[in-house]
């Protein structure tokens, strides 16, 4: 299973960005999507999740101005952020907890990351 992740780049405070990431491989299903930021000498944090059901989850910083969504007939997920923040800089990670179909279990799968910086 691989998880790809593009959308980071440079912005200014109060714009906006939509990161993707696309999972790949044997897969049955996948339970929950998430995704995940770590800022330099911070601990990495779970910013959004989603379940296969629709249930999302945020932490507070993002609560009104992030939203996950996913697609779940490709294996996709985005995180669309808006009012973005200096505070908001950090690389972003993807996070999957994948069912591949073979042994009936499901393991957490990660993306490489993609940066995001805002500043002006």
């Known amino acids: 299973v691989q998880l790809q992740a593009s959308g980071g780049g440079l912005v200014q405070p109060g714009e906006s960005l939509r990161l993707s990431c696309a999972a790949s491989g044997s897969i049955f299903e996948i339970p929950l999507f998430g995704w995940y930021r770590q800022a330099p000498a911070k601990q990495r944090e779970l910013v959004a999740a989603?379940?296969?059901?629709?249930?999302?989850n945020y932490v507070d910083s993002a609560k009104g101005r992030f939203t996950i969504s996913r697609d779940n007939g490709n294996n996709m997920v985005y995180l669309q952020m808006n009012s973005l923040k200096p505070e908001d800089t950090a690389v972003y990670y993807c996070?999957?907890?994948?069912?591949?179909?073979?042994?009936?279990?499901?393991?957490?799968?990660w993306g490489q990351g993609t940066q995001v910086t805002v500043s002006s």
């Open positions: 989603i379940t296969s059901g629709g249930t999302t």
């Open positions: 996070n999957a907890y994948v069912n591949t179909g073979i042994d009936g279990r499901t393991r957490p799968y």
